[in-house]
Structures are given as C-alpha cells and as structure tokens.
C-alpha cells in the first residue's frame, strides 16, 4: 500500500524546524501508544541529533498496557531517550512532562535558565490536547483528524520552560508498507486517502492472530476463522452489513471495524511490537539492496551500451558486418582505379 499525503504545510513546517532546532535543549516527541514505531517520524530522529528527547506515548489507554511498557523499555534503549505513557484523561500524567524536562537538563538551574523545549509529532496523535494540558489552558486547537495545526507556536509553560510547537509532520515516502496500513488504520492519514476495504482487511488479519478472543467479544462470533475474509463475513452477518443479493457489504463492515478499533471499542489493541517492526526492517534492507544492486547492475550495462548479452551480440554482429562491408567497399573501389 502507498500512501501519497504529504500537504504543502508539511514541507514548510520541516523546513521550519530545522532552522529551529539550533535554539532548542530538549525535543519532545509525541507518539500514538498503539503503533510507536510506525508513529515515529525518521525525518525527526535525524535532525534532532544528539539533544534529549522525551517520547511520549499517547493514547495509551487505547493500547495494549503490556506492550506499552515493552515498548518504552525498547526505546529507552536509545541514548538521551526517555518515555512517559499519557492518556487524555489523565492531566496529572501529562504534568509529570515539566519536571522530567527539568530532570534531563539538571546544569539547567530553574531559577536562571530557561529550557527551550520543542514539541513534535505527525498528524492526529494527540499532540495539541498535550500541549492543552502543559499549558494549563487552551491554546492549540484539537480535533479528531489529521493536520489540524498548521503554524508553528511559542509557549510559555511556567517554571522557566519555553515551549515551541510544530504542526504535525508525516514523510513524503513510508518505505514500511505495514506503517502505511497502520497509520491509515489508527486515523493519521486522512482517510480520503485511501480505502476503508484494503485498510479493513490488513486490521482483520493482524487482529484474528493478535487478538482473537477481542474480535470474539465484540462481534459476538463463537470462534475466530483463520482468514481475514472469512472474519469479515462473519462480522458481517453479526453487525447486519448486508448488500445486494444478500452478499456481505466489505466496504461497511471495514469501515465499522476501523471506527471502533480507534475509539478504543474493540478492546485494548497495540497494532505493532519491536521484535515484529525488527524483521520488518531487516526485510525491507533487502529489498532495498537488490534493488540498488540492479540499479547499478543496469547503469553498468548502459555504460558498455548493451541492455543484454543478446543485444551484446547483436550489436558485435552489426560492428562485424560493417567492417566487412566497408573492407568490400574499398576493394571495389581500388579495383576501379585499376
């Protein structure tokens, strides 16, 4: 699955940030609980070098809570990393963001330096209802769908910390095909970018093997079958998404089974784990090495002027017949002047 959505606000808002991120001590990155790998932005990890970082996971009432804590120990691997897990309903959570940035910037004396502090993320993952709570009052303007900020901002949060906002930013190429299908799934794509079928049925899959005895909860199916497709006609049946010539409508169960997996309906459901985006990862570099290993396979051959050992020969033998002809040529000619 590709998934071209990158609005022009977003280019400018990277450019932005970078020119930024020299007056900045500390990043913090907010991430979706349920998918923290395909919720990470590369482009960030690579401007942000080697400053602090705290990555929040939020929305993590909707994620499973034992994959959430596998999650934030995965990531505190990373050096300058450390995670807190948040939920909208929780300000008091949220609150504990101040006092971790002091604890990370302790040559930062609170009562004479100020911690600039910038706050990122992609569309959709909670970032602005953060900030709200941060700040104390409302300041960004939320909504339940991608790119609802468009500017960047500064905020004064109190205890000598400065806050800069950014609107959420997303990549103009996700190499991880799964990310694309995850992002779509958990709303931070609009979903006038692709279809509710093909997302419906990536969801389907993952969630009859991870988790089965959800899906038999809410749809109210004595056993879970082994294929998405056969899942959904079940789940069909059960919720009355029925077409013409009583053939299961796959586009309204799809939808219906996307829209309650991210209101939380469902059940707690994380849609990714670190051992699972690893093999992800190391698969796509082979891909991308054949791939670059053929690119150059093919310039090289353009370079000697043949595509393939058959035009190779096919063009020694054009070569080859010139030369004789020409030989031909030239004998005739000396044996005119004779």
Request: a positive charge.
């Amino acid at each position: 699955m590709a998934i071209h959505w990158y609005p022009g606000h977003m280019h400018k808002a990277q450019k932005e940030m970078k020119e930024r991120l020299p007056q900045v001590d500390l990043i913090i990155e907010v991430l979706d609980a349920r998918i923290p790998y395909s919720s990470e932005n590369p482009a960030i990890a690579k401007l942000r070098g080697d400053k602090p970082c705290i990555k929040v996971l939020s929305k993590s009432d909707l994620a499973d809570p034992v994959l959430t804590q596998v999650w934030q120990d995965y990531l505190e691997q990373q050096r300058g990393v450390k995670t807190i897990a948040t939920t909208t309903d929780n300000p008091a959570k949220m609150k504990q963001i101040i006092d971790l940035c002091r604890a990370m910037l302790p040559e930062k004396d609170a009562s004479i330096k100020t911690i600039n502090t910038m706050i990122v993320g992609i569309p959709n993952v909670g970032k602005s209802t953060l900030i709200n709570h941060l700040a104390g009052r409302i300041i960004a303007k939320t909504g339940n769908e991608p790119a609802v900020t468009k500017a960047q901002q500064r905020i004064n949060l109190g205890s000598g910390i400065i806050l800069f906002d950014t609107p959420g930013i997303l990549w103009p190429k996700v190499d991880n095909p799964n990310s694309s299908y995850r992002l779509a799934v958990t709303g931070a794509i609009k979903d006038t970018a692709h279809e509710f079928d093909d997302i419906g049925f990536f969801a389907a899959d993952y969630l009859i093997k991870a988790y089965p005895e959800l899906l038999k909860s809410r749809f109210k199916v004595d056993s879970i079958p082994d294929t998405e497709i056969e899942f959904l006609e079940l789940a069909g049946k059960s919720r009355g998404a029925i077409g013409a010539g009583g053939r299961i409508n796959f586009h309204k169960i799809c939808e219906v089974l996307i829209n309650e997996l991210r209101l939380g309906k469902i059940g707690q459901i994380t849609l990714e784990t670190p051992d699972m985006v690893i093999k992800e990862e190391q698969e796509i570099a082979e891909v991308l090495a054949k791939k670059h290993a053929k690119d150059a396979e093919r310039k090289e051959r353009f370079k000697t002027g043949s595509l393939s050992p058959d035009k190779s020969d096919r063009k020694q033998k054009r070569e080859a017949d010139r030369a004789e002809q020409s030989a031909r040529m030239k004998k005739q000619n000396a044996d005119k002047k004779k």
